[in-house]
């Protein structure tokens, strides 16, 4: 089992950055590969970035490529998205997710799901 919560939400402006965590608990963490997700309203959810067990291996959507980073830390249980020059189309809900099995390409898969925090930008 693990619980994953994330924070680091909050509202921008359009142009600046946020970082958001996602903290598991369990001592398997550097065994799952991490990803993020995002609903924004009205929309199905979206899979945005992933990342493999080590670290060594990132994935991007589209639109997010050169504007946000996943990393994680292992040690700290920790996993982050940097979000660089925000759009007002990146407001949602955003959720880390982690999975023990797959390719970090597909957003399928995915276990455990964290509770979400709202990513608001203002034009």
């Known amino acids: 089992q693990v619980q994953l919560v994330e924070s680091g939400g909050g509202l921008v402006l359009a142009g600046r950055s946020l970082r958001l965590s996602c903290a598991a608990s369990?001592?398997?963490?550097?065994?799952?590969?991490m990803g993020w997700f995002r609903q924004a309203p009205g929309k199905e959810r979206e899979f945005v970035a992933a990342i493999s067990w080590s670290g060594g291996n990132t994935y991007y959507i589209d639109s997010v490529k050169g504007r946000f980073t996943i990393s994680r830390d292992n040690a700290k249980n920790t996993v982050y998205l940097q979000m660089n020059s925000l759009k007002p189309e990146d407001t949602a809900v955003y959720y880390c997710?982690?999975?023990?099995?797959?390719?970090?390409?597909?957003?399928?898969?995915?276990?455990?799901w964290g509770q979400g925090t709202q990513v608001t930008v203002s034009s």
């Open positions: 997710a982690a999975k023990r099995l797959g390719s970090i390409t597909y957003g399928g898969g995915y276990e455990y």
């Open positions: 369990g001592r398997t963490f550097s065994s799952y590969m």
